[in-house]
């Protein structure tokens, strides 16, 4: 009898066997033990792109931070343009319901003073907040309540905040917000670690490595897994199950995914649904394939593809037509085999390249040349147009 499907996919769902990313788990861990341990608090920034298992890091590393000993306040953020003052106040209401009941005093003493509205959050009332120093405030309410737990049965050695998707309500004023208030906590001894996870595209500041919220928060890039990893990804979860992928299909997996977290999950759901007297070979893989890649096209391809202009698709097809990356001459001869115009295919490359739908080898052999930013969209492209199931 087989096991329930063990892959899982989804936006910010925990996988049944967390896979790799040893690198940030022992970062992690060893600046846990030395803010526990000393006065030397480390924060952290994780970034990296879409579905790359930001999310499904900070669950592993809120649960071992909660095995130290210490308050993880998890908080995930969930739409844009936010003022300082509604960013402050959503933190501090998700550190007032992670806290057990009776455990704040002197907190929502101050809470109440300053008339914050934590519970039945009203934003035309947080608005009128906008006289308030959202740095004073958070900085007075969490220092009365680091007074509150220390002296309660809790005591934690540590309070971990983890925000997660950070770019959604983050503005450079707020991450400076954030960095100010936890140096000030720090140096009135009250023991806060932040941790952030955000898109690429948020963390574009940290390039320069002098910056101050660079040397704050410390960023690591969240990358696509090893192959090791990858692999593992794919073989463990079905160790307590009767199905099992050939041999073939896996390094399929390997080579479509190139490691990508979601992308292995997703492919590998559709795999162990489709198998056949315990087995899932190469027919079964071809058929569950599209599947997939129909459920990847609603979710993320349509929209990809769609955002680009006619003539930029057409450039998109001559790249994803071979199976190696292309020089800009040998894009140029293909556009005019199809009736682009000569002068309009720099343009168009661009384009492509600056809604990161095409990237450019940056180094190597392949210097310089042109493909698609990954091989299962590269499929997509290849069939434009999926069939209906």
Known sequence: MSIPNPFRYGTGIF???????????????????????????????????????????????????????????????????????EFVTFLLRQFRFS?????????LTIV????????DVDIEKIKSLEQLDPQITLVQTLSKAWDDLKSSAISPPLIVFFLDDVQLASTEETLYILRNTFMELLDIECKYMLVVTGTSDLFSMFDDMAAPLTRFFNPTELKRLSVEDARDAI???????????????????LEISEGHPYYIQLLCYYLYDNAMNNVVDMNIYNSSFYLALNDMAQRMFDRIYNSASDSARQILGILAKLDKSLSYSEILNESENIGLKKGSVGKLLERLKEKEIVKQIESGEDKGKYLLFDKFFKEYVRLEKLPTF
């Open 235 to 253: 073989i463990k979860p079905l160790e307590q199950s009767s199905i099992k992928f050939s041999d073939d299909v896996v390094d399929k997996i």
């Open 99 to 107: 806290i057990p009941e009776g455990a704040l005093k002197k907190f």
């Open 15 to 85: 996988p049944t066997y967390f896979a790799g990313r040893d690198r940030e788990k022992r970062l992690f861990e060893s600046r846990i033990t030395l803010a526990i341990e000393s006065n030397n608090i480390q924060h952290m920034a994780i970034y990296g792109d879409w579905g790359i298992g930001k999310t499904s890091l900070i669950k592993y590393l809120s649960d071992f931070a909660k095995e130290r000993g210490c308050i993880p306040i998890r908080v995930t953020f969930y739409k844009k343009t936010w003022l300082s003052t």
């Open 112 to 119: 109440k003073k300053l008339k914050l509205p934590l519970v």
